[in-house]
């Protein structure tokens, strides 16, 4: 094409002027978080927030990210396998299974995370204690979990109930026309959930598994009350010792900040992948 | 219901098709109740074989039954803790989300980060930093001279834990408020503008009435997460039902029993909240039935 269109040039002209108003909002309001954060850093110093403290322990917290990554991936997946049966049950037609994944969601989604940590950490150690007593030592003993494997469980029981409605609405997304024809192949139940269902569902469940993932990492800041050293864990403690608790504690929100932007710039990588196949 | 099948009020011959639907409908209703009576039974048998095996590991019967209305008295500090956080909570959320949508660069700005600091950090570490670390700044506030400033940093346990569940839900709900306005079609605005209707009216009078639709039954949500999420607020020793029932299971080392009296407590005050929410959310739909 020689000859310009002038139709076309204009909307190009119109779409860079939008654009350039884009840029130009984007960058205010940048300067704007700029502004607000010098000022708050202001402010700290001013009231002698002590910067050199910050700077000399804020590795002791880093080490704690990778604490809560690896923890908070451990309990994603035994969440994912959780939900994954769980959903199973709520939408299968017996009504013991229906009963058990009910009553499973229901108690947990019903009480704190906090609550379940507890009765994990220090509930669980009782009855164990009692199963040893009753004869019964090695039950007994893996009742008795160490504060990593406890706050591991907690997250993946507590995790597990939500993704069940997750992987349940990502079944029930999937027609039913595709489970009748799978059936008229002569297909079993676990040929059809593994072959037509799961591949289809699992475009809309890892979406959302990718958001609770991130939740998670802000949820594990929990297991820092059994004494996991993880980033919340490693702030208090240092902040304890020296009463140092604004320092510590802003590293240590500066970190969990951190990870969340990054994973969500990940996490809208993974949405705009998992949407191209359904783009035209 | 096609025409045909209405029964004619002077017809004396039963229509066999409606008669035939009724039928059908009745055996659905029987369906599906018998299917709910079963999941209930399983239900009742395995809160009942749980009951079975702690009493057989000697869980303390007597000292939950003599213990548990110490727990019980938190119910109505978390209640309360509950509703006044999310009540700060929907101002601040309101202000965020008109933040967010307005043009201005700094109150998009001051909103955006809000939310996103908020939402980018635990609500534990917000807490701590509430509740150990604005006392620091206040101590140092009055060594600099500023005594009535500074003893507004050092917070109770109970107005930090109100603050940091405020300022958190606050950041949350901003979402919420945003798609409640942004449901409202533009054409509003601009009808309400061209009436000659400032900002203020047109949000009053125009705009959220009928954003609330939309809000609503979202806060009634909101407030049965915070009931489980005011749990936290124990760490820093407010007397609710997680702190109440911890402090007993310390003291006399009977952490299950008392845990379990909380995670009761709990359990039967969100499924009295969902119940409620559902009714909320019917009654807020009643509008925009036909």
Known sequence: MTRADPDLRIGLELLAAQNRERLIQKVKVGAVWMGLLALLAATLLGVHVDPFYAAEHYGFVLQGVLTTLWVSLTSISLATCLGLFGALGRLSRNSIAQGVSGLY???????????????????????????????????GELLTLSATQSGILALGLNYGAYLTEVFRAGMQSVGHGQEEAARALGMTPVQILRRVVLPQAIRVVIPNVGNYFISMQKDSALISIVGIWEITFRATRFARIDSKYIEMLLVGAAYYWTMTLASSWLQSQLERRMAHAYER | MSVDTV??????????????????????????????????????????????????????????????????QGVLTTLWISLVSISIATVLALFGALGRLSANSVAQGVSGLYVSVIRGTPLLVQIWLIHLGLPQIGIELIGLGFPRLGELFILRAIQSGILALSLNYGAYMTEVFRAGIQSIVHGQWEAARSLGMTYGQMLRRVVL???????????????????????????????????RASRLARRDSKPMEMLLVAAAVYWILTIISSWLQSRLENRMARAYRH
Not at chain 1, 111 to 123: D, K, N
Not at chain 2, 46 to 59: G, S, W
Not at chain 2, 210 to 222: E, F, R, T
């Open chain 1, 105 to 139: 969601i229901s108690v947990i989604r019903g009480t704190p995370l906090l609550i379940q940590l507890l009765i994990i950490f220090l509930g669980l150690p009782q009855i164990g204690r009692q199963l040893i007593a009753l004869g019964f030592r090695q039950l």
């Open chain 2, 7 to 72: 029964r004619q009020p002077g017809a004396t011959t039963a229509d066999p098709d409606l008669s035939m639907g009724l039928e059908l409908l009745a055996a659905q209703n029987r369906a599906r109740l018998i299917q709910s009576a079963k999941v209930g039974a399983v239900w009742v048998a395995l809160v009942a074989l749980m009951a079975a095996t702690l009493l057989q590991l000697r869980i303390d019967l007597p000292y939950i039954a003599g213990h548990f209305d110490y727990v019980v």
């Open chain 2, 209 to 243: 009435p009928q954003a609330l639709h939309v809000i609503i039954p979202d806060i009634g949500n909101n407030y049965i997460f915070m009931l489980k999420d005011s749990a936290l607020v124990s760490v820093i020793g407010v007397l609710e039902i997680t702190c």
